[in-house]
């Protein structure tokens, strides 16, 4: 600990980084790299597997049903009066007298390098394979026949033809850019922060795909093979969403398939105050598919204070399109979210550009692309409107119905006690007559997974409520006044929506507005982050590995694959989230 006093940080994280892998896993996204790295890679968490099925479906999740009904329209209009009462422009169905009115235009200067019409172009999907010609081993050659079958081409700048076949898989944002007409099938395991399962994407499917995403990226990004990740500790830092089942899922894909040497889980909004160097803050984390919110008091996170929404900046990106087809801006194109992944691509791309949280009537003059068939992307210039009311939403989520995709059929779900209830707090003495691997006091033929007992907690709890009331609500639950005004005034935005400019003053001035009139509270805070929200979470997950405080928390490769993790063991997966004080100190020296 002296040693830990006295280290230069960045010392630190040179000598123990090297080795430490942290991952963040998030329903649209994935955070992941190096302790010692300044940044993480991030990486939408979706693969795109080929596929011979005919029809075939382009892609694999829960639903593929955008239908608005006419309840939910009407809430929606009466959503975006209320927003435009406050911000200052014109109602739906208000028509400005003279069409010519010059409006006031969103200037955007010097925010993002030139790089505001990013055009993608379509991932290429194949793969060409030179030493696949006239020789052939007898057991490939039914392969190599069906890829020719495929697509086969002759390279007239090559001496001999090659055969080109399709890639089995592909990762990342290249996943998202495959034209609709090209035989893929895109997953995406998580979605609104649990694994994506339905009666289309069996429970096997998503730890497979995880498997594959993970293990490409630890391979093509990071450069660690298989065959060396015995000597390397991995930090799962994990959202609050997760279930038990799936955290356990997940530890024993990291252990026991990627072969990590060791592991331990952090929670996401703890990672996220080490990150900027707290000790206490209600964290904030926005991210693409569902915002959470929980408090931390000296580094302890308050399970009674967690929140969920289950919104965020994909639902923001839809109501920028959504707005644009009310107000008839938007080119006549067919713009599909759904059926082309590209377009949601360009969307959010669209929505960091030009979105903001402020008076007035905000317009840009924007080009929007359109991409069918395989095509080149067609470039449409246009004029965007109303782009402050998008970024309202969070505070009035009926703008940003209908949620495309339901929450996960919690019947998959038996064991679904959450990561911040305590249900393993009763100690069992270990009986010197029966081996460590098993759990005394149940069956004792069984090891500690077969036998662990179900308690009956609820599911998870959603709350169809803004994000200030959220915020005012989960720190008022504390029930202690100077913890109440400390937290009031250490607001913590993480998450890559925490970028959108004017939510910060927008935040103070809803959230004092939602604290009941009779609680002694009048003044909100939102700190300012000392890292990219985008990766506080990551890397408060790389700081809290580095420091190697909490020991007992480590989980090895060998005591989970032979034996679980016990009642008494002394090493839990999911009470990590405690912190030692000592830590706290090196944190705030």
Not at 95 to 113: L, T, W
Not at 215 to 234: C, F, G, M, T, V
Not at 369 to 377: D, L
Request: hydrophobic fraction near 40%.
């Amino acid at each position: 600990m002296e040693y830990l006093k006295s280290v230069v940080p960045s010392q630190l994280i040179s000598e123990r980084g090297s080795n430490l892998v942290v991952i963040n896993p998030g329903s649209a996204n994935i955070r992941i790299g190096l302790a010692s790295q300044d940044a993480p890679f991030n990486i939408p968490h979706c693969i795109a597997r080929y596929t011979n099925q005919v029809p075939k479906r382009s892609v694999q999740d829960q639903m593929l049903n955008s239908q608005v009904t006419t309840a939910q329209h009407m809430e929606r209009e009466r959503a975006y009066d209320v927003i435009a009462s406050l911000i200052k422009i014109p109602f739906l169905d208000e028509e400005v007298a003279n069409n010519s009115f010059p409006r006031k235009m969103g200037r955007i200067d010097g925010h993002h390098n030139g790089k505001r019409d990013t055009v993608f172009t379509w991932t290429d999907v194949h793969e060409r394979d030179p030493t696949s010609s006239v020789t052939v081993e007898s057991s490939s050659s039914k392969d190599v026949s069906q890829s020719l079958d495929q697509h086969v081409e002759t390279d007239s700048k090559e001496l001999s033809p090659s055969v080109i076949k399709y890639r089995q898989f592909i990762c990342g944002e290249d996943a998202l850019k495959i034209s609709p007409i090209e035989p893929y099938c895109l997953h995406r395991p998580i979605r609104r922060g649990h694994f994506n399962i339905s009666q289309h994407y069996s429970m096997q499917q998503v730890l497979e795909d995880l498997h594959a995403i993970w293990d490409w990226i630890l391979i093509e990004k990071l450069h660690i093979p298989l065959s060396e990740r015995n000597l390397y500790s991995a930090i799962l830092v994990v959202p609050e969403t997760f279930d038990n089942r799936e955290i356990k899922d997940m530890l024993t894909m990291v252990l026991q398939d990627l072969r990590f040497g060791s592991a331990v889980v952090h929670q996401e909004g703890l990672a996220a105050v080490f990150g900027n160097g707290l000790s206490s803050a209600c964290v904030v984390n926005m991210g693409a598919q569902v915002t959470t919110i929980i408090c931390v008091e000296d580094g302890v996170a308050l399970p009674a204070t967690a929140k969920t929404l289950p919104f965020g900046g994909e639902d923001v990106s839809r109501c920028l399109l959504w707005t644009q087809r009310h107000h008839q801006t938007w080119p006549p194109i067919r713009t599909d979210i759904l059926s082309k992944p590209v377009d949601l691509l360009m969307l959010n791309r669209l929505k960091e550009f030009y979105c903001e949280i402020k008076e007035g009537e905000v317009d840009a003059v924007a080009v929007v692309h359109s991409y069918e068939e395989g095509t080149p992307a067609g470039s449409h210039k246009t004029r965007l409107t109303a782009l402050n009311v998008p970024p309202m939403g969070l505070f009035f989520p009926m703008l940003l119905v209908p949620d495309v995709y339901p929450p996960p059929p919690r019947a998959w779900f038996h064991d679904h006690e959450d990561m911040l209830e305590e249900t393993w707090h009763t100690e069992y003495s270990r009986r010197p007559d029966l081996p460590d691997n098993v759990y005394p006091g149940v069956n004792v033929n069984f090891p500690m997974w077969d036998s662990y007992p179900v308690y009956a907690t609820k599911p998870k709890k959603e709350e169809n409520v803004g994000l200030a009331e959220a915020i005012t609500s989960s720190i008022l639950s504390t029930g202690r006044i100077d913890l109440q005004r400390k937290l009031f005034l250490s607001i913590q935005l993480v998450g890559g929506v925490a970028l959108t400019r004017g939510l910060v003053p927008a935040m103070e001035e809803r959230v004092l507005h939602a604290i009941p009139c009779n609680e002694a509270i009048d003044t909100v805070e939102v700190l300012q982050s000392r890292t990219n929200p985008s990766f506080a979470s990551w890397k408060g997950g790389a700081i809290i590995g580095v420091l190697d405080f909490g020991r007992d928390a480590w989980i090895h490769r060998e005591d989970w694959i032979n034996s679980g993790i016990f009642v008494a063991s002394g090493r839990k997966y999911k009470d990590s989230y405690y912190l030692q004080a000592q830590a706290m100190c090196y944190m705030n020296s």
